[in-house]
C-alpha cells in the first residue's frame, strides 16, 4: 500500500486571538475533488469559523482550492462545510455557544492514516486587547532569553 504524506494546516490567529478551553476532532464532509486538494495542502483554515444550522455544525469560510487536474466537475472553494461529531459533544458545544456566549474556532486540519481529512475544533473566548498585548510582551521576552542563552553557550 502506498505511503500518504499526512497534511497539517494551522490556524496560527487562533490561539493569538482566542483562549483556547476545549478541544474536539471532527470529520469534514467533503467531495472527491476538495479532498485531493487538501492532500496537496492547498487549503487554508485562517479566516474560518464554525457555526450550528439546524441541529448541525457546519465550518464557515474554509478555502479549499480547486484542484489542479479536475474537470468541470470541480467544487467551490468557499462553500460550507458539515462537521461530523457525536451527538453528545454537538449538544455539548450548541449548549456552551448559546449559554456563555463562546465561539468555536478550527484550529488545525490534518489527515490521518487512513487519508481522510479530519479538522481540529476548539470551543473558545474571545482575548481582549490588553490580552493579546500581554501575549506579544511575553512572546518578545521569551525570543530575547533564548537569544541570550544562545550567544552564552557559544561562547
Do not use: W
Not at 482566542?18 to 496537496?40: H, M, P, Q, S
Amino acid at each position: 500500500m502506498k505511503q500518504q504524506k499526512t497534511v497539517n494546516i494551522k490556524n496560527r490567529k487562533a490561539r493569538f486571538a482566542y483562549e483556547i478551553l476545549d478541544k474536539f476532532t471532527a470529520g469534514i464532509v467533503l467531495k472527491g475533488t476538495e479532498i485531493k486538494a487538501i492532500r496537496e495542502g492547498k487549503a487554508s483554515i485562517a479566516e474560518s469559523f464554525c457555526e450550528f444550522q439546524n441541529g448541525e455544525l457546519f465550518v464557515i469560510n474554509m478555502t479549499v482550492e480547486e484542484y489542479s487536474h479536475a474537470t468541470f466537475f470541480n467544487h467551490a472553494p468557499k462553500s460550507e462545510r458539515k462537521l461530523l461529531l457525536n451527538k453528545r459533544e454537538l449538544k455539548k458545544l450548541e449548549k456552551e455557544v448559546r449559554t456563555s456566549g463562546l465561539t468555536i474556532i478550527p484550529l488545525n486540519l490534518v489527515t490521518n492514516d487512513k487519508g481522510l481529512a479530519k479538522l481540529i475544533i476548539s470551543l473558545a473566548k474571545g482575548k481582549k486587547e490588553y490580552d493579546k498585548r500581554d501575549a506579544i510582551k511575553e512572546r518578545d521576552t521569551n525570543r530575547n532569553l533564548s537569544r541570550i542563552k544562545k550567544s552564552f553557550n557559544q561562547k
